[in-house]
């Protein structure tokens, strides 16, 4: 079974964003990954998605990016289809 996974901060409002965005998509059953403090998830985040901020969020095998990236999938219409199966 596919996961969704967020790598995300306590302190990020973005990450908030993406965890609204989720829930407002019907969303609540995906691993919330927080990097505070942990230097080595933080950098196993970055070796995985080539990034370094907050959120990184992973839908399947598929990284998406964060916020912004998600918002844009939402606006495009290609989200849902994304989640159908979660």
Known sequence: MSTIKMYSSNLCGYCRAAHRLLSKKGVDNYETIIV?????????????????TVPQIFIG????GGY???AALDAA??????LKEF
């Open 36 to 52: 505070d403090g942990d230097y080595a998830l933080r950098a196993h985040m970055i070796q995985i998605s080539g990034r370094h």
């Open 61 to 64: 095998e598929r990284h998406i």
């Open 68 to 70: 912004t990236d998600l």
């Open 77 to 82: 219409g290609e989200l849902d289809e994304l």
